[in-house]
């Protein structure tokens, strides 16, 4: 096997073995805030919010123009003008969204009481929960400016070729609020606890300044709107934005619809944490994945390469697919023990367990949606086209908001999360039908065949899998979610391989080539 086909390999590799110690600890971090505040007291719910809030005013106002949009013009200076420019342009850049981003936090810690009401549907909460929402937002809304530096640095390292210690931001930041709920809680309680995501989301910047600065980069302050690489960011940037708002305006409108369920109580919290732990488990796979092939599929561009272009979306596709069909059925068979095992203790009751295991198996048939949409739209991105991800973010959000507030009177915890998933498999839709029609997705027989083996072995897998869970009745959760994941993983690869599925070929191919080499 070729260097150029072992490197991407194994940084893949490290980067997924890091990625999943960050997420790991992401379900720690989240188990302790469901043992310490539970899913139906104060809070519980002022917290959750108050955490959730910042993270996506950050997403829906910033956070893709630090990706999606600044990555592909920093790539094309650095081919074509050279790392000196390509840093001027970085610092112009992070001074402009820091600048901006200072003024939107002013202004919300200022109105943070009625911000925190209105992303509730009303003040039918006692105001001691919204008093304490509000202090802990005013402590929280700076956390999009270290955020906003993080994902600026992170999107020049990857453009550098440097992986790893992006991946390992999550490690950071959620180890500094894993010490907190260790060793301070019982001191400081849950104000301290936001300080600590302060903290936490700081450290993520910091880390990566030292190999920043031996890449000869050197932040000078500028203002400078008129730069020609800032003009080009920004006219990107519009369409960037608004196709980028599914996911943190979709979770929003979800707990929105979901904060008058159930008296007030459980709907806030438990919507939020099985929302969050789709994303952890699915994102293990689809951000390793999308990380890595979004400033290589920029490079196509910069040099003009389409065929290799399309040739390499087309692979990540069929990778994604054939990760995560089996992830998504795994998922709904396990969804309430594995919210029992994680969340499960302490003040997070049977019932807060039940309401989460619904909302999680309801969310996760939208992974392969989620996957596609993220990577699909990366694509576009890398193109230059924000057009076709505005119109699949606009079905999305539309969709989503319709079917959120139509399906939680009738369908309980499982209306928002329901539609969730049809509006991000709606949106991945929209984004595959447009790539077909330019040829830049290929559906050729060779893959439609292997698609279909791919959901078949998936359905045999869950097949096994709810049986096995039948004979486990009683048994320890920690064995039954444990043993029946291994016991599908075992069942849908030996099925792949014996269809003789490509992906899992290759994968037998380079495990073979790596025991020989050793």
């Not at 992401?26 to 310490?36: H, P």
């Not at 402590?139 to 999107?155: D, N």
């Not at 203790?345 to 989460?356: D, N, P, Q, V």
């Not at 043993?483 to 290759?506: D, N, P, Q, T």
Request: proline share 3%.
């Amino acid at each position: 096997m070729s260097n150029e086909t072992t490197r991407p390999a194994r940084t893949v590799a490290v980067m997924m073995a890091i990625t999943i110690i960050g997420k790991l600890m992401g379900v720690l971090r989240d188990r302790m805030q469901a043992v310490n505040f539970g899913a139906d007291t104060a809070e519980g719910i002022a917290f959750t919010q108050a955490s959730l809030l910042p993270r996506t005013f950050l997403d829906v106002m910033f956070a893709a123009a630090f990706s999606a949009s600044f990555i592909p013009v920093f790539t094309s200076y650095m081919e074509t003008k050279g790392k000196r420019a390509a840093f001027d342009l970085a610092s112009t850049f992070i001074s402009i969204t820091t600048v901006l981003t200072f003024a939107v936090v002013v202004v919300s810690m200022f109105f943070a009481e009625p911000i925190f009401v209105l992303s509730l549907r009303g003040d039918e909460f006692p105001y001691g929960t919204i008093a304490l929402g509000a202090r802990l937002l005013r402590f929280m809304f700076p956390l999009m400016i270290f955020s906003g530096l993080a994902f600026s640095f992170t999107g020049m390292l990857q453009s550098l070729g440097e992986f790893r210690l992006p991946a390992a931001m999550s490690v950071v930041s959620n180890g500094a609020i894993l010490v907190y709920y260790f060793f301070f809680i019982d001191r400081f309680g849950v104000q301290g606890l936001a300080v600590a995501f302060l903290v936490g989301w700081a450290l993520q910047g910091i880390i990566q300044l030292p190999v920043l600065v031996r890449h000869k980069f050197r932040f000078r302050f500028r203002l400078d709107l008129g730069d020609p690489g800032i003009r080009q960011i920004g006219r990107l940037a519009v369409p960037v934005l608004v196709s980028s708002w599914v996911l943190p305006v979709n979770i929003l409108v979800n707990v929105s619809a979901s904060s008058q369920l159930y008296g007030g109580e459980f709907g806030v919290v438990a919507i939020t944490l099985a929302n969050s732990l789709f994303a952890i488990v699915s994102g293990v796979f689809i951000l390793s994945v999308s990380n890595l092939i979004f400033p290589k599929l920029s490079r196509h561009i910069a040099v003009k390469d389409d065929t290799g272009f399309s040739s390499t979306l087309n692979e990540t596709v069929r990778v994604l697919l054939f990760l995560l069909l089996p992830l998504t059925l795994g998922l709904m068979s396990l969804a309430t023990p594995l919210v029992r095992l994680v969340h499960g203790g302490g003040l997070f009751c049977e019932r807060a367990i039940e309401i989460t295991g619904t909302a999680l198996l309801y969310f996760a048939p939208g992974v392969v949606g989620y996957g596609l949409l993220l990577v699909l739209s990366r694509a576009c991105y890398a193109r230059m086209d924000g057009r076709t991800p505005i119109l699949a973010g606009a079905v999305a959000i539309v969709a989503n908001g319709v079917l959120s507030f139509t399906l939680a009177p009738v369908l309980d915890i499982a209306g928002p999360a329901l539609a969730g998933t049809i509006s991000q498999t709606l949106g991945a839709a929209v984004l595959i039908v447009s790539l077909s029609r330019q040829r830049i997705l290929l559906w050729g027989r060779d893959t439609v065949v292997d698609i279909t083996k791919m959901v078949a072995c998936a359905v045999v897998m869950l097949v096994a899998v709810l049986l096995f869970l039948r004979q486990m009745n009683g048994v320890a959760v920690v064995l039954q979610v444990g043993v029946s994941a291994m016991v599908g993983g075992v069942v849908y690869f030996v099925l792949a391989w014996l269809f003789r599925i490509r992906e899992m070929m290759w994968v037998k191919n380079m495990l073979r080539r790596n025991g020989n080499r050793g």
